[in-house]
Nanobody
Framework: QVQLEESGGGLVQAGGSLRLSCGASGSIVRLNPMAWYRQAPGNQRELVAAITSGGSTNYQDSVKGRFTISRDNAKNMVYLQMNNLKPEDTAVYYC???????????????????WGQGTQVTVSS
């Protein structure tokens, strides 16, 4: 399968910045959309930002102009630059990726959807 590992979360004051990173590993054939989701206590997991393999992006309205998603296809990495953070951005942030992979002996690639373990982002007022 394909594993995702996030890093970069932490505690920051309102108005500050953080950069999240997520790396994908495994027998990857192709990574398609990659995305960041977040989940605050008592809330459902929600999409924050997504990026296609071609670089097209999509953002949740509340983060437009403050967050920037980017990816490095050569390194199988996706990033989330978060500026002007607000207390309401506090949540566990999860990396998500879809694509195809191949196991030893496979004639055809298999599809996958993977999630990272999550990284905590806390913004103090």
């Amino acid at each position: 399968q394909v594993q995702l590992e996030e890093s970069g979360g932490g505690l920051v004051q309102a108005g500050g910045s953080l950069r999240l990173s997520c790396g994908a590993s495994g027998s990857i054939v192709r990574l398609n959309p990659m995305a960041w989701y977040r989940q605050a206590p008592g809330n459902q997991r929600e999409l924050v930002a997504a990026i296609t393999s071609g670089g097209s992006t999509n953002y949740q309205d509340s983060v437009k102009g403050r967050f920037t998603i980017s990816r490095d296809n050569a390194k199988n990495m996706v990033y989330l630059q978060m500026n002007n953070l607000k207390p309401e951005d506090t949540a566990v942030y999860y990396c998500n990726a879809e694509g195809t992979y191949r196991r030893s002996g496979d004639l055809y690639a298999r599809t996958f959807t993977s999630w990272g373990q999550g990284t905590q982002v806390t913004v103090s007022s």
